[in-house]
């Protein structure tokens, strides 16, 4: 089975801090996702990356950078955690491609207190 | 954003009852996959289903695509309270963000089986 692990379950951190979230994957998968979940609002992608150093900006990238140095890790940076960056995190991969490749594995998440 | 909308945001029903939930969405698609998502934890597929697909079977659960009204319905038949979360569609759309992998999500369904 894919596995996709987030580092923290929980994390807090206070205002003005530089966060970093890192998500491995055991699988090989070229695609790397990071989306933030907030009550209503559904999930929003922050940014992806399909190849190593690659990196596309998401639906919602202000405040936010990352990393991926590595195949199988792709990194979250909160540059200056702000409280309106308090959130569950979920970190995703998926082979790139059509077919099995299409869908998603998601990590457990992060839920990320900013105070 | 192309975000795809679920249909009710809440759904309380009882054990052995059916559930349907509803996706609309508002650009062409490649495919439409659904998600679960226990309280508090990552995402899981469950099935996918293709644009040239009207109907999908997997155990317990139906997947019906209806592209001319741009929308689809998840149907989860004799419910369990263990089926008790929340239901997310995600499309992929025929853009270069989806063809990089990205998928659109919806802000979901909760779910509710009462024993």
């Known amino acids: 089975d894919v596995k996709v692990t987030q580092s923290s379950r929980y994390l807090v951190k206070r205002t003005g801090e530089k966060v970093f979230l890192e998500c491995v994957q055991d699988?090989?998968?070229?695609?790397m996702f990071w989306y933030r979940q907030d009550p209503g609002l559904g999930l929003r992608l922050i940014y992806f990356?399909?190849?190593?150093?690659?990196?596309e900006k998401g639906d919602i990238p202000e405040g936010y950078s990352v990393s991926r140095e590595k195949k199988e890790r792709f990194s979250l940076i909160l540059e200056s955690a702000s409280t309106n960056q308090t959130s569950m995190y979920l970190c995703?991969?998926?082979?790139?491609?059509?077919?099995?490749?299409?869908?998603?594995?998601f990590g457990s998440g992060t839920q990320l207190s900013v105070l | 954003s192309q975000q795809g909308e679920e249909d009710p945001q809440a759904l309380s029903i009882q054990e052995g009852e059916n559930a349907t939930m509803n996706c609309s969405y508002k650009?062409?698609?490649?495919?439409l996959q659904w998600y679960r998502q226990n309280s508090g934890r990552g995402l899981v597929h469950l099935i996918l289903?293709?644009?040239?697909?009207r109907e999908k079977h997997s155990g317990r659960l139906r997947v019906t695509l209806d592209t001319s009204k741009k929308s689809s319905s998840l149907l989860i038949t004799a419910s369990r309270a263990a089926d008790t979360a929340s239901y997310f569609c995600?499309?992929?759309?025929?853009?270069?963000?989806?063809?990089?992998?990205?998928?659109?999500f919806g802000r979901g369904t909760q779910l509710t089986v009462w024993p």
């Open positions: 650009t062409s698609i490649n495919n």
């Open positions: 699988m090989d998968h070229e695609n």
């Open positions: 995703a991969s998926s082979l790139l491609g059509t077919g099995f490749g299409e869908k998603l594995f």
């Open positions: 995600a499309t992929k759309h025929i853009d270069r963000g989806s063809t990089l992998g990205r998928l659109y």
């Open positions: 289903i293709r644009s040239n697909e």
């Open positions: 990356s399909y190849d190593v150093k690659m990196k």
